[in-house]
């Protein structure tokens, strides 16, 4: 990561956004599911899953390496905790970024018991030597405890009992290919569909103890951008608002009114998203505009505008990326009420089904 860049997983003051502070993270282990059984979502994965673990099981060996790979919130950390429950073993869990040299993993891979669970998140920000270690520790059970210094050191090999990792990313694209080919299974985590982030959130509503309208579920879902963690967060929010100024129940006028408080739109936009809407469509015509351009007009820096804002906006078709600059589709003008000009593009089949601008133009990445 670059430099100055923003980690997704810093990004959890936002209400919309994907990451979790350890305040967060604590509000959300009441509400993760314990078992394979009951993890809503991500099916094809979960069925991939299970065949691994059951397979293990009846050999009573160790299952492969599992590496999990997947935006921000959509449940990796919460796999991990099923694999070790599922296995009837414990959870050691650890980051990347915490480990900044060998002898930090040396020393919990020394401690590990037969059968244990490893969970690393972010294992992309591991430090290079770090890395080398783990290929050993994964393919072999050894680790190499360097002894002494200069040239009389010297590495005395330990012999590690079985034991699994799991690796978590949100960009697999920066693992390298030694370390990403120890990993006997591989799952990608997609975005939900709004049918499971209702279930999901009926779910979260009956362990927080509210009752809830299927209808304020549906309105929840629909504003959850795909994502289950901003869903549960959206949840807790609506409950504030019925529990203050409501009667209790999360009905469909609770979940519009909390949500208009927070200023989270009927797709899921916040103020900076509309904000960098307003400034293309409003300001700029449309584009193209450059991103530092585009940033400076919003107030934000462009490392957020291009972290925070920009990857939703895409998705939904509300924005392209072009050599020239950012440009508004259509859908972007209509989604703020505003007649788009001639011309204007139109949204990306792939986001948004059907492109809905006067002209369909092809797309280019920014380079």
Partial sequence: MAEGA?????????????????VERAAEAALRPKKLDDFVGQRVVRDQLSLVLQASMARETAPDHVLLSGPPGLGKTTLAMIIAAELGTSLRVT?????????????????????EVLFIDEIHRLARPAEELLYVAMEDFRVDVVVGK???????????????????????????????????????????????????????AGLLGVEIRHEAAHEIAGRSRGTPRIANRLLRRVRDWAQVRGDGVLDLRAARAALEVYEVDPIGLDRLDRAV?????????????????????????????ETVAEPYLVREGLVARTPRGRVATAAAWEHLGLEPPAGTWAAP???????????????????
């Fill in 6 to 22: 923003i980690d997704p997983q810093d990004l959890g003051e936002r209400l919309v956004g994907a990451g979790a502070d350890e």
């Fill in 349 to 367: 089949a792939s986001a948004s089904g059907e492109g809905t601008g006067a002209t369909s133009r092809t797309l280019f990445d920014e380079v």
């Fill in 277 to 305: 809407l307003a400034a293309l469509c409003r300001r700029f015509g449309g584009g193209p505009v450059g991103l530092t351009t585009l940033a400076m007009t919003v107030g934000e820096e462009s490392d957020t505008v």
């Fill in 150 to 204: 200069g040239a009389g050191a010297s590495a005395i090999p330990l012999t590690l009992p079985p034991f699994t990792v799991v690796g978590a990313t949100t960009r697999s694209g920066l693992l390298p290919a030694p370390l990403r080919d120890r990993f006997g299974f591989t799952g990608h985590l997609d975005f939900y569909e709004a049918a499971e982030l209702e279930r999901v959130i009926l779910r979260s």
């Fill in 95 to 115: 980051s990347g970024p915490a480990i900044q040299h060998a002898g930090d993993l040396a020393a919990v891979l020394s401690s590990l018991e037969e059968g």
